[in-house]
């Protein structure tokens, strides 16, 4: 999400970024997207959200896992929502998923 009175590019490319999760997303992608250099994107993410781009994505799609694992518990197994979120090295996400939720996705599912 963007925060109050961000930079019209950091809205752009946030927007660009929320309604394509699932897919790669490159900083060519944003940088044709926004119409602002891969330098000016890295710099206003840092200054908005203290991340780069792709922490930015990153972040948002563990998020969304979280949110889909929830929702979903025990009716779709998380490899495929975390496939789903656009993550393709399975491991990076469990990893990941524990460091910033603290319980492994697979617990999570099974939690009631």
Do not use: C, W
């Amino acid at each position: 999400m963007t925060q109050v009175n961000t930079h019209k590019a950091v809205e752009l490319a946030t927007q660009y970024i929320n309604s394509r999760l699932s897919n790669k997303i490159t900083m060519a992608d944003l940088k044709t997207f926004t119409g602002y250099s891969e330098r000016s994107l890295q710099l206003l993410f840092q200054k908005y959200f203290s991340k780069t781009p792709f922490e930015y994505i990153e972040e948002q799609r563990l998020m969304l896992a979280y949110e889909l694992i929830k929702s979903h518990k025990k009716t779709k197994k998380t490899t495929d929502i975390a496939l789903d979120v656009g993550f393709k090295h399975l491991g990076r996400f469990s990893v990941n998923f524990k460091a910033r939720f603290g319980i492994h996705p697979s617990v999570l599912a099974k939690t009631s």
